[in-house]
């Protein structure tokens, strides 16, 4: 657990207060900095290279026509995208294991994004569906596995570890669902299916940047609204009645908040692997803070998969990858690291 941090209290003559965690605030506007200068610079990569000056100045409406087409109908929505997928992504990351009190709970290792990718694999193969008809397919089959994983390891209530390991489980059941159904699809929508499966932000534009801002702009009040109940739930169940928490209320309501968050996010970008692993560890290590650091988890998130983005598009040479290889090679090894220092504390 990284040490506690100093907190500054602040209060207002109407009698309102609240704790303000200096090191936090800092990094969260580092990061939100981060993510929008790799913004800027993502929308200038490409066949046709832009300034960041010029992009900023196309942004506010100051650009030739020919950059206005680029910057705000080729290439800003892709960005979006990516940084709601991200944001996303590292928030629904943040409450797993937050809940979970467990590094390793994430919508990747607990098999959310799988149960997205079966449900959109599903549309593909059997119904030769659209986009609109796989990204539905996608929010249908999360939803279904996180009711299917959260019935499961309930057990007069969902222990942390228990929820881990029944999401391994059904995440290595639905991986061998996938992978038959591709084996019985035909070959135009087996390389459709394959192609979404690797995750990627190639093709995006704003008929996936509307739902998923709209699912965002719903979930993240409802989510902040539950963070004071959800600091509570990381010191133990009975801490948390005691203190006033309904907590499998609580619980439930924060669970299905971050499975809509993947599911929509894989609906929008497919199954971007382990951002929602790596962007809330990162995001308290760098904060020192203890708790979820929803916030930075969500920025982490977003500077992460805009980043390797950009590293997808340019580190390769002539060969441009989809984003979800990049995050794949990154967060596999950071998950090795992450496996060997828990086994040397102990704690798997």
């Given at each position: 657990m990284p040490p506690r941090t100093r907190r500054v209290?602040?209060?207002?003559?109407?009698?309102?207060?609240?704790?303000?965690?200096?090191?936090?605030?800092?990094?969260?506007?580092?990061?939100?900095?981060?993510?929008?200068?790799?913004?800027?610079v993502l929308i200038g990569t490409g066949d046709f290279p832009i300034t960041p000056d010029d992009v900023v100045r196309t942004l506010?409406?100051?650009?030739?026509?020919?950059?206005?087409f680029i910057v705000n109908e080729l290439r800003l929505p892709r960005v979006l995208v990516g940084l709601l997928v991200g944001a996303a992504l590292g928030l629904a990351g943040a409450l797993f294991q937050s809940i979970s009190r467990n590094p390793l709970g994430s919508p990747d290792v607990v098999g959310f994004g799988q149960g997205?990718?079966?449900?959109?694999?599903?549309?593909?193969?059997?119904?030769?569906?659209?986009?609109?008809?796989?990204?539905?397919?996608?929010v249908v089959g999360g939803v279904l596995t996180g009711l299917a994983v959260y019935a499961l390891a309930w057990r007069q209530g969902v222990h942390g570890y228990r929820l881990v390991l029944v999401g391994i489980g059904a995440s290595a059941m639905l991986s061998a669902v996938n992978g038959y159904l591709l084996t019985k699809a035909d070959l135009p929508d087996a390389t459709r299916g394959v192609v979404w499966l690797t995750g990627s932000l190639n093709g995006r534009d704003w008929t996936q940047v509307w739902p998923l801002a709209c699912v965002c702009a719903v979930l993240v009040p409802v989510v902040?609204?539950?963070?004071?109940?959800?600091?509570?739930?990381?010191?133990?169940?009975?801490?948390?009645?005691?203190?006033?928490?309904?907590?499998?209320?609580?619980?439930?309501?924060?669970?299905?908040s971050a499975v809509l968050l993947t599911a929509s996010a894989t609906a929008a970008a497919g199954p971007v692997a382990f951002v929602a692993l790596v962007a809330p560890q990162l995001a308290r290590r760098l904060t020192r803070s203890a708790g979820p650091n929803l916030l930075p988890a969500a920025w982490m998130g977003a500077g992460l998969l805009i980043s390797a983005d950009w590293a997808a598009q340019r580190a390769f040479g002539a060969d441009q990858l989809p984003v979800g290889v990049v995050t794949g090679m990154l967060g596999g090894g950071y998950l090795l690291w992450l496996l060997v220092t828990e086994r040397k504390a102990g704690r798997i």
């Open positions: 209290t602040l209060r207002t003559r109407g009698g309102f207060s609240m704790r303000l965690d200096p090191r936090g605030a800092v990094v969260g506007l580092l990061l939100i900095a981060v993510a929008l200068a790799m913004s800027v506010f409406g100051g650009g030739t026509m020919a950059q206005d997205a990718a079966a449900g959109a694999l599903t549309v593909i193969v059997l119904f030769n569906g659209g986009p609109t008809a796989v990204a539905a397919g996608a902040f609204g539950h963070a004071r109940g959800l600091r509570m739930l990381e010191m133990g169940d009975d801490s948390a009645y005691a203190l006033g928490v309904r907590v499998e209320r609580t619980r439930l309501v924060l669970m299905g």
